[in-house]
């Protein structure tokens, strides 16, 4: 590999990113390959403090403008302190949420203009855009059921209401439907955990980088 891999992990609310990342981090470590596992808002020191700032408090804490800001200047900071390093030294990226969260969260669920968004996304995120993106795609009463007996959740959004989830979960499945090439929608309630870490595996294998 010149270049590494860098693969983006989307969707709603409990609908299996964060164990399923994990799965395919222990997978490609176990082929040999360099994994670096990172996650958005966050990822790196100054990126975390401000996920801190962005997922806690109240609900109208920030406006989705605000927090578009807050989310890309923390994706700044990531991508050129950590996610960039890591491809430049042909690792492989796995991130749990990435710039299509802002889109969909920002966005479609909180009203902010696509035109906005597109100017952000291209001048900061510019060539660092995933090779692949995994869209976790679930019906949104499940997910948040799924998300609240995990116990730990982001209450900022997670508190947003039903309405807002779906606009949500529309907004992820526009963006694969607009981007066919980078983006698979992934059945996340397919069944249990190994059931759909082998529909990850088989989006994934086949599309990475051969040695050699
Ligand atoms: N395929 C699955 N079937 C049932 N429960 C699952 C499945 N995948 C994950 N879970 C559980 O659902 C909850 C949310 O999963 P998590 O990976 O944290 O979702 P996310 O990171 O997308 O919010 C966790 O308690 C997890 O153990
Ligand atoms: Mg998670």
Redesign the pocket.
């Known amino acids: 590999m010149t270049r590494g891999f860098f693969i983006s992990f989307e ?10 990342i994990r799965r395919l981090g222990e997978r490609l470590t176990a082929r040999g390959l360099q994994v670096v596992l990172t996650r958005e808002p966050g990822g790196s020191e100054g990126a975390e403090a401000i996920r801190d700032l962005a997922l806690n408090g109240s609900v109208d804490r920030w406006s989705p403008l605000t927090e578009s800001l807050l989310m890309y200047a923390a994706r700044r900071d990531h991508i050129e302190r950590r996610i960039q390093p890591a491809l430049d030294q042909s690792q492989v990226v796995l991130c ?1 949420r990435f710039a299509d969260s802002t889109r969909a969260y920002q966005g479609a669920g909180g009203g902010v203009s696509t035109d906005f968004i597109d100017a952000l996304e291209a001048n900061i995120v510019q060539d660092c855009v995933p090779d692949l993106t995994l869209i ?1 795609d679930m019906p949104v009463e499940e ?1 948040l059921r ?2 609240a ?2 116990g730990d959740y982001e209450a900022r959004f997670e508190s947003k209401g039903l309405e807002f989830h779906q606009r949500l979960r529309d907004g992820f499945l526009k963006i694969a439907a607009d981007q066919p090439d980078r983006c698979l929608v992934i059945n ?1 309630a397919a ?3 190994e ?2 870490s082998a529909l990850v595996w088989a989006a994934v294998e086949p599309r990475l980088p051969r040695h050699g």
Do not use: L, Y
């Not at 969707?11 to 399923?20: F, L």
């Open positions: 969707g709603g609310e409990g609908a299996g990113k964060s164990t399923q749990d976790f997910g799924r998300a007996s995990r996340a069944g249990d955990v059931t759909v």
